[in-house]
C-alpha cells in the first residue's frame, strides 16, 4: 500500500490545547507563551500572557515544533532513552539549528492513537514548562473521551 490514512489536529483540538495551558499557568501565576503546532511543525495556536518575556514566544513555538518532529518531549533524553549532557544537547541544537531542534524541557508531542499530530510547547515558567504543557495535553484528552473538561 502507497498510501496511510493519518489523523490531524485541528483548531479546535489545539485551542483546547492552548486554553488548557493558559488556564494551568494563571493557577500557577506563571507568565508564559504557549505555541501548538501541526506534525509538520506549523504554528496553529499561541498565546503570550500580559506580563511573559519577549523570548518565550520563539523558544515556546521551537520547543512545539521540536517536539512534534522527534515524537518525544523536549529534554535531554534522546528517543532512545539515553540521558544526554549539557554540552551534548548544545551540541545537536547548534548542529541543526535553533530554529529547529530545542533541547531543554517544556516541549512535548501531542500523540493520538499512536500517531504525533503536533507539539506544544511553554516558555517562560522554567523548570515547571513541561508541566504546565501537560495539562494542555491532559485537557484535548479528556475531551476526546467525551467527558466534560474541568
Same mark, same amino acid.
Given at each position: ?8 489536529l485541528?483548531l /479546535?483540538? %489545539?485551542?483546547?490545547?492552548?486554553e488548557?495551558?493558559l !488556564?494551568?499557568a494563571?493557577?500557577r501565576?506563571?507568565?508564559? =507563551?504557549? #505555541?501548538?503546532?501541526d ?16 523570548q518565550?514566544i ?9 517536539a /512534534?518532529? %522527534? ?7 534522546s !528517543?532512545a ?6 554540552f551534548? =544537547?548544545? #551540541? ?15 516541549g512535548?508531542?501531542?500523540?493520538v492513537?499512536g ?10 515558567? %522554567?523548570?515547571?514548562?513541561?508541566e504546565i ?18
Amino acid at each position: 500500500m502507497y498510501t496511510k490514512t493519518t489523523l490531524k489536529l485541528t483548531l /479546535a483540538g %489545539a485551542t483546547k490545547v492552548l486554553e488548557g495551558v493558559l !488556564k494551568e499557568a494563571k493557577s500557577r501565576a506563571q507568565e508564559i =507563551s504557549v #505555541a501548538v503546532v501541526d506534525a509538520g511543525g506549523h504554528l496553529i495556536a499561541f498565546a503570550r500572557t500580559d506580563a511573559a518575556e519577549l523570548q518565550t514566544i520563539a523558544i515556546a513555538e521551537n520547543k512545539a515544533r521540536s517536539a /512534534a518532529f %522527534a515524537g518525544i518531549p523536549t529534554g535531554k533524553t534522546s !528517543k532512545a532513552g539515553n540521558e544526554g549532557s549539557d554540552f551534548h =544537547s548544545l #551540541a545537536i541544537t547548534l548542529a541543526a539549528g535553533p530554529d529547529k531542534v530545542v533541547k531543554v524541557q517544556g516541549g512535548l508531542p501531542i500523540i493520538v492513537q499512536g500517531q504525533c499530530i503536533g507539539g506544544v510547547g511553554v516558555s517562560g515558567a %522554567a523548570h515547571i514548562d513541561a508541566e504546565i504543557a501537560q495539562t494542555g495535553l491532559d485537557s484535548l484528552e479528556v475531551e476526546a473521551r467525551g467527558l466534560p473538561v474541568g
